[in-house]
C-alpha cells in the first residue's frame, strides 16, 4: 500500500493538523491518531495479514516544522509472500514501484540501510532502470546507528563505493523502543544530531533529517524550474481545454424565462442562418441548408424536367387513333383541335410526379437542418433534453402543416396548366406554318411515290387480263366474290399510313411539342418559387413566433429547462479542474520569480 503525504508550511505560530481524503471533514490534531488511522485504513484496504492493495492514503499535513513538499511513501519489495500476499507479490510490488517512479516529473529517493551492502540495494537498481543518468536520484541511508563496532558508512556517504549524482545523504531514524515510549520527532532529531556531530563530524552538516529536507526542497524547485515550459504549456493547453469545456456546459440557471428565450431566439436565428448560408458552423464535406436547396431545384428537379421526353409513351398510333376518335363519324377535312388538347394534356399530367418530388425533398432537408443546428450551433439544447426534444417537435409540427399546403400548391400548378391551353402563346408554333412546314416537307417524296404508284399500277393491270384471258372464254359471266363477315375479320394490329394520316400525325407531335416545352419551362420556373414561398419562406418568418407561443409557457419552464445529471455533473467537474488548472498556472509563475538557494 502506498501513502500519498501532503506536506504544507503554514504560519510559524499556526498549530499542526491533518486531513485524509477518505475522511472528508474531520482534522486531526493528534498525531498518534494520524498514525491509527494509517493503521486501520491499510487493514481495511489489504486485510490484517499483510496483504497489497494499489489503492494509496492521501494524508496531508499542515505545519509550521515543515517544508512544502509531496512525499509517496512506497512499499519495499518482498522477494517471499506471507500471509495473504499472492505468489507474484514481487512482481506487483515491482509493477506498482515502477508507475510511480517512471514519472519524469518526480524525484526518487532511494533508502538503504547502513548496515547491509550497498552494492546489493534493490531500491538503487530499479532507480537507475528508469533514470539512468541519476539527474533526479537522491540516495539515503539509514540506520546508521545499528552499524557493527568498528565499521562506519564514511566511504558510502562520500560516493566511494557507489557514486550517486545527487548526493547520499545519512540519517538516524527512531528506533522500535523509541516508537513504543512514544519519543518525540524533535528529540528524535537533536538525537540525532548529536549522534553525527559523535561519529560523522566532517559530515554533520550534510547530513540528518533536516538537512534532507531542505535538500528536497531544493532540487524539487530545480526539477521543477528545469521543467517549467513543458509544464506551463501542458497547464495552458488543459486551461484552454477546460474553459471551452466549462463553456459548453454553460452556467447554471438563474433566470428561466430569460434562459427559455434566450436559446429560442439563438435556435431560430441559427435555422434561418443555415438556410440563407451566413451560419458560423458550414459543412465542408457536403451540401446542407440552402446550398442543398439550391442543389434540388437547378440540378435534381431541373435535370429531372429536362429529361422527360415530350413525346415519351406516345406513339403514333396513339396519335392516329385521337385524330380518329376526335372526328367521330364523319371524315374530318382539317386536324380536330380536341385531339391536340388531349394528348398535350396527357403529357403536362406527367410533370405533377417530379415537381411533388421536389416539395417532399425540401422538406426533408428542412428537417435535417434541425438536426445540425442542435449538433453544431446550439450546444445549450445539449444541456436540455426536454427542452431539445420539444424544439425538434415543434418545428417539425410546423413544418408539417406547412407540406401539404404547398402540395396543394404545386398540384394546382399543373391543374391550372391543364385548364386552359394556351395556343396564343408567343412562344407557340402556329399551326398553320407548322402544317406548311410539313405538306412541303412531304411535297417532293409525294412525287417521287406518285410515279412509283402509275407505274406499279399499269404492271398490275397488265398482270390481270393475262389472268383474265387464261381462265376461260371471254363471254362468261363475271364470278362473284363471296361475301366479306366485317365482325369475323380482324382488325389489323399495323398497316402503312397514308400521306394524309402521316402529314396529320406530324403536326400534331410538332405541336406537342412545342406547347410541352413551354409549360415545361413553366414548371420548372414556378415550382422552386412556389416551395420557397409557401414552405421555406413560411418557416423562417413564423419558426420563432411558433417556438415563442408553444413553449414560453410558465408551468413549462421549470420542466423543459431541468438539465441532464451528466451536464451537471461535468459541470462541477470542470469547475473543479479549472480552478486546480489556474492555480498551478500561478504557482509556476511565483516559482519563476523565486531565488534558488
Keep these: 500500500l502506498s501513502l500519498f503525504l501532503s ?24 498525531f498518534d491518531e494520524i498514525r491509527q488511522e494509517i493503521e486501520k485504513e491499510t487493514e481495511r484496504c489489504t486485510g490484517a495479514n499483510k496483504g497489497i492493495s494499489a489503492e494509496p492514503i492521501h494524508l496531508k499535513i499542515f505545519s509550521p516544522h515543515v517544508l512544502s513538499l509531496t512525499l509517496v511513501d512506497l512499499p519495499g519489495v518482498t522477494k517471499v509472500p506471507v500471509g495473504d500476499q499472492p505468489d507474484d507479490i514481487e512482481q506487483q510490488v515491482r509493477e506498482m514501484i515502477l508507475s510511480y517512479i517512471s514519472n519524469p516529473n518526480c524525484l526518487i529517493l532511494s533508502i538503504t540501510a547502513a548496515n547491509t551492502d550497498m552494492a546489493t540495494s534493490e531500491a538503487l537498481k530499479l532507480a537507475r532502470d528508469v533514470d539512468p543518468e541519476g539527474r533526479r536520484t537522491l540516495a539515503v541511508v539509514t540506520k546508521l546507528d545499528l552499524m557493527d563496532a568498528g565499521t562506519d558508512a564514511m566511504d558510502v556517504l562520500l560516493g566511494r563505493v557507489i557514486p550517486v549524482k545527487l548526493g547520499i545523504i545519512g540519517v538516524v531514524n527512531r528506533s522500535q523502543h523509541d516508537i513504543n ?29 533536516r538537512f534532507l529536507a531542505r535538500t528536497l526542497s531544493r532540487l524539487l524547485m530545480h526539477h521543477i524550474r528545469d521543467c517549467l515550459p513543458e509544464l506551463k504549456t501542458r497547464v495552458t493547453v488543459l486551461t484552454a481545454q477546460y474553459q471551452g469545456l466549462l463553456g459548453s456546459c454553460g452556467q ?60 415519351s409513351g406516345l406513339t403514333t398510333l396513339d396519335v392516329l387513333t385521337a385524330i380518329r376518335n376526335a372526328t367521330g363519324p364523319r371524315p374530318a377535312l382539317f386536324i380536330p383541335e380536341i385531339s391536340f388538347e388531349l394528348l398535350v394534356k396527357r403529357q403536362i399530367k406527367r410533370l405533377e410526379e417530379p415537381s411533388l418530388r421536389c416539395v417532399e425533398l425540401v422538406h426533408e432537408e428542412l428537417q435535417r437542418i434541425i438536426q445540425h443546428c442542435s449538433s453544431y450551433s446550439t450546444q445549450e439544447l445539449l444541456r436540455f433534453p426536454k427542452l431539445h426534444e420539444s424544439i425538434v417537435e415543434v418545428v417539425t409540427g410546423l413544418l408539417r402543416k406547412r407540406l401539404p399546403i404547398t402540395n396543394e400548391m404545386v398540384h394546382n400548378l399543373v391543374a391550372i396548366e391543364l385548364a386552359y391551353i394556351n395556343t396564343k402563346h408567343p412562344d407557340f408554333t402556329d399551326a398553320a406554318l407548322v402544317s406548311a412546314s410539313v ?18 399500277r399499269a404492271a398490275e393491270e397488265k398482270t390481270s387480263e393475262e389472268k383474265v384471258k387464261s381462265s376461260g372464254s371471254a363471254y362468261s359471266s363475271p364470278t362473284r366474290s363471296p361475301a366479306v363477315n366485317l365482325l369475323d375479320t380482324p382488325v389489323p394490329v399495323s398497316r402503312r399510313l397514308t400521306a394524309r394520316e402521316q402529314r396529320d400525325c406530324e403536326v400534331i407531335q410538332r405541336l406537342i411539342k412545342s406547347y410541352f416545352l413551354i409549360v415545361r419551362k413553366s414548371i420548372q420556373d414556378s415550382v422552386p418559387k412556389t416551395v420557397m414561398h409557401f414552405l421555406v419562406n413560411h418557416v423562417k418568418e413564423h419558426l420563432q413566433s411558433e417556438l415563442v407561443g408553444q413553449l414560453y409557457k410558465l408551468p413549462l419552464l421549470q420542466e423543459l429547462l431541468t438539465e441532464s445529471p451528466d451536464t451537471a455533473l461535468q459541470r462541477r467537474e470542470a469547475a473543479s479542474m479549472l480552478e486546480a488548472l489556474q492555480k498551478a498556472s500561478h504557482i509556476i509563475s511565483e516559482i519563476r520569480e523565486t531565488q534558488l538557494w
Design 7 to 30: 506536506l504544507f508550511f503554514q504560519g510559524i505560530k499556526t498549530e499542526e493538523w491533518g486531513t485524509f481524503l477518505h475522511c472528508k471533514n474531520q482534522v486531526f490534531t493528534d
Design 181 to 209: 515510549t512514544q519519543k518525540s520527532m524533535a528529540q528524535a532529531m537533536q538525537d540525532e544530531q548529536s549522534f553525527l556531530q559523535r561519529h560523522y563530524p566532517s559530515l554533520a552538516s550534510r547530513s540528518g533529517s
Design 252 to 311: 447554471p440557471v438563474q433566470d428561466q424565462s430569460a434562459t427559455m428565450l434566450q436559446i429560442v431566439t439563438k435556435f431560430a436565428t441559427e435555422y434561418c442562418s443555415t438556410i440563407e448560408g451566413t451560419a458560423r458552423h458550414i459543412e465542408t464535406s457536403e451540401l446542407c441548408g440552402g446550398a442543398r436547396m439550391c442543389y434540388i431545384f437547378h440540378e435534381t428537379f431541373g435535370r429531372t424536367l429536362e429529361s422527360i421526353d415530350p413525346l
Design 439 to 456: 405538306n412541303s416537307a412531304q411535297g417532293e417524296t409525294l412525287q417521287d411515290s406518285g410515279r412509283r404508284w402509275k407505274s406499279d
